[in-house]
Nanobody, 128 residues
Framework: QVQLVESGGGLVQAGGSLRLSCAAS????????MGWFRQAPGQEREFVAA????????DYADSVKGRFTISRDNAKNTAYLQMNSLKREDTAVYYC?????????????????????WGQGTQVTVSS
């Protein structure tokens, strides 16, 4: 069982930055991929970014590429999402997710079904 707790959300002006954190409870954190997804009101949950078990591979949705950076610190059991140049359309609830059952296999990480565990979400609101 893995518990994920997000933090770092809030209200920010367009063009500003936020850093989201996702703390995992399991000591096996370094053995699986992590992803960030978001869901805006009335919309489906969408992929934002993913990082493999050791941070060596990352992937981003086109809408955030060049503005967001995903990373992880396995010593701290924490994944991060650095969000720069925020836009109003980035407003959403952001969720982190853990792909525990596939371990180090880096595949289909843009698909929500890939992930076993999810955090409770943190709200990010970008104002103009």
């Amino acid at each position: 069982q893995v518990q994920l707790v997000e933090s770092g959300g809030g209200l920010v002006q367009a063009g500003g930055s936020l850093r989201l954190s996702c703390a995992a409870s399991a000591s096996t954190f370094s053995s699986y991929s992590m992803g960030w997804f978001r869901q805006a009101p009335g919309q489906e949950r969408e992929f934002v970014a993913a990082v493999n078990w050791n941070g060596g591979s990352t992937d981003y949705a086109d809408s955030v590429k060049g503005r967001f950076t995903i990373s992880r610190d396995n010593a701290k059991n924490t994944a991060y999402l650095q969000m720069n140049s925020l836009k109003r359309e980035d407003t959403a609830v952001y969720y982190c997710a853990a792909d525990v059952r596939h371990g180090s296999i880096w595949s289909a990480h843009r698909e929500s079904w890939r992930y076993d565990y999810w955090g409770q979400g943190t709200q990010v609101t970008v104002s103009s």
